[in-house]
C-alpha cells in the first residue's frame, strides 16, 4: 500500500475531528456565545448542509489544479476556518467559519478519494480506500473524545487550535508523502465529468450510499438516550459503549477493504441485510442490555463500515474523478441528514425505538438499489462488462486470441505499476 495513502487518512481524519467537535462541547459554546444549546446544535447541521451542498462547487473550482495543489489549497481554506472559529467572538462567526470549514471537508474527502484511486493499482483501490477511511473511524473513536478532552480542560476555543495544529500537520505530511500528479483521473474537462451523471445508474449507486450511512446514522444519532432510557446504562457508560463502537467500525472498515474490490456487490448486498437485521434486533431487544449491546456493536461492524464498497461502485459507475467522489461523499451526508432528521420526528411520534425501526426500513431500501447489480453478476455478459479493467483486458485477451500463453495475457495487463 502507498505512504501516500496513510498520509491521506491523517488529512481525513482532521476534518472529522473538526466535523464532530461541536457535539461534545455544546454547553461550553453555549455558553461562550451567549446562545441557547439549540442554536449551537444548528451549527451541526450548517456544518452538513455546507458539505452537501457547497462541497462539489469548491471541488469543480479546483479540478484544473494537480491534484496535490487541490489537496494543499484545501489545507489552507480548512485551516482558515478553524482559525475563524477558535477566535469567534459571535454566534454568526461561528456560523460562517463551519460553512466554510464544512465545503472544504467535502471537497477533500472527493479529491482525497480520488487521489487514492489514481496511486494505487485497481485491483487494491477498495483496500485503499479503506485504510483512507480509517481516518474517518479514528475521527469517531479518538478525535472526537481526544477534542471533548481538550475542549472541557482548556476550554472550547483551545479544541479548535489543536484542529488547527492536526491540519498543518496533515498538511506537512501531504505536500511531502503525496506524489504530484498532474491531472486526476476520469477527468478531461470540466463538460467531460459532468457528462458522467447522464448516466441514469450512476443516480441509483449514489442514492444506496445515501440509504446504507442514513440507516446507520438514524440509530447512532439518538444512541446517546436509547442507551441511558431504553437499555437502561447510566450516563457514565455510555462514553465507554460509543468507544467500543467506535473500534467495531475501524474493524468492520477493514473487513470490508478486504472484500470490496473482488465482492463489492456482495458486499454491500450482505451488510445491508446484516445492518437490517442488527437495527430489528435492537429495536425488539433493547430491554435487555446484553442482546442489545450485541445488536450494536453490529451496527458499527457494518453501517458506516460499507464506504469502501460504496466507493469502489460509484467508481465504476462513474469514474475515479475528483467530482464524481465529491458528489458521493455529499450523497453520503445527505443520508447523515435524512437519518437523523427523520429520526427526530420519529422519536416525537413513536418514541425512542423509532430510529432503529427507521433504519431497518432504510437498510432494506438499500438493498432494493442494489438487488438489479446483483441479478446481472448472474449472467456471463454482465460479468466481463464488471470485470475490474485489469481483469477485463485479460479476459477480452483470451477470448480474441485463444492461443497465446498465460504470460503474454499477464503482461498485457499493465503489469503491477500505480496509476498515474
Not at 504530484?180 to 465529468?193: D, K, M, S
Not at 435487555?288 to 469502489?312: H, W
Not at 464524481?324 to 437519518?339: A, D, E, K, R
Not at 420526528?345 to 431497518?360: E, F, K, Q, S
Request: charged fraction near 10%; aromatic fraction near 8%.
Amino acid at each position: 500500500m502507498p505512504r501516500a495513502v496513510y498520509v491521506l487518512a491523517l488529512g481525513i481524519f482532521a476534518m472529522v475531528t473538526s466535523e464532530f467537535v461541536v457535539a461534545g462541547l455544546m454547553p461550553q459554546m453555549a455558553d461562550g456565545l451567549d446562545v441557547a444549546i439549540p442554536q449551537i446544535g444548528y451549527l451541526i447541521t450548517a456544518f452538513a448542509v455546507a458539505m452537501a451542498a457547497g462541497g462539489p462547487f469548491l471541488t469543480m473550482a479546483l479540478m484544473k489544479l494537480p491534484p496535490r495543489t487541490a489537496l494543499m489549497t484545501l489545507f489552507v481554506i480548512f485551516l482558515a476556518g478553524n482559525a475563524l472559529a477558535a477566535t469567534a467572538t459571535g454566534y454568526s462567526t461561528m456560523m460562517a467559519a463551519r460553512i466554510v470549514t464544512g465545503i472544504a471537508s467535502q471537497a477533500f474527502f472527493g479529491v482525497g478519494i480520488s487521489m487514492c484511486a489514481q496511486i494505487t493499482r485497481p485491483e487494491i483501490r477498495g483496500r485503499a480506500i479503506a485504510v483512507a477511511m480509517n481516518g474517518l473511524m479514528l475521527g469517531t473513536l479518538l478525535g472526537l473524545p481526544i477534542s471533548t478532552l481538550i475542549g472541557e480542560r482548556f476550554g472550547w476555543r483551545a479544541a479548535f487550535w489543536a484542529i488547527a495544529a492536526i491540519t498543518v500537520i496533515a498538511a506537512v505530511a501531504t505536500w511531502f508523502g503525496v506524489p504530484r500528479i498532474e491531472r486526476a483521473e476520469g477527468g478531461g474537462g470540466f463538460r467531460q465529468e459532468l457528462g458522467v451523471f447522464r448516466k441514469p445508474k450512476l443516480w441509483l449507486v449514489l442514492s444506496t450510499s445515501t440509504l446504507v450511512i442514513g440507516a446507520t446514522f438514524s440509530a447512532f444519532s439518538y444512541f446517546n438516550p436509547i442507551l441511558t432510557d431504553l437499555v437502561g446504562f447510566s450516563t457514565g457508560a455510555v462514553p465507554l459503549l460509543l468507544i467500543a463502537y467506535g473500534a467495531a467500525t475501524v474493524v468492520g472498515n477493514n473487513i470490508v477493504g478486504r472484500f470490496a474490490d473482488r465482492h463489492t456487490v456482495p458486499v454491500l448486498a450482505i451488510g445491508l441485510v446484516l445492518n437490517s437485521v442488527f437495527l430489528t434486533g435492537f429495536a425488539l431487544l433493547a430491554d435487555l442490555p446484553a442482546p442489545a449491546i450485541i445488536c450494536m456493536m453490529g451496527i458499527g461492524l457494518i453501517g458506516v463500515t460499507m464506504n469502501p464498497a460504496l466507493a469502489t461502485r460509484v467508481q465504476r459507475t462513474g469514474n475515479a474523478g475528483p467530482l464524481v467522489n465529491t458528489v458521493h461523499s455529499s450523497f453520503i451526508t445527505l443520508g447523515i441528514i435524512l437519518g437523523s432528521s427523520i429520526g427526530a420526528v420519529a422519536i416525537d411520534t413513536w418514541g425512542l425505538r423509532a430510529p432503529l425501526w427507521l433504519g431497518a426500513v432504510m437498510a432494506l431500501a438499500g438493498l432494493a438499489t442494489v438487488l438489479p447489480d446483483l441479478a446481472r453478476r448472474s449472467t456471463p455478459a454482465e460479468g466481463l462488462a464488471s470485470a475490474r479493467p485489469a481483469e477485463q483486458t485479460e479476459r477480452v485477451s483470451a477470448i480474441a486470441s485463444p492461443g497465446k500463453s498465460a504470460v503474454t495475457d499477464r503482461g498485457a495487463t499493465g503489469g503491477s505499476r500505480p496509476a498515474g
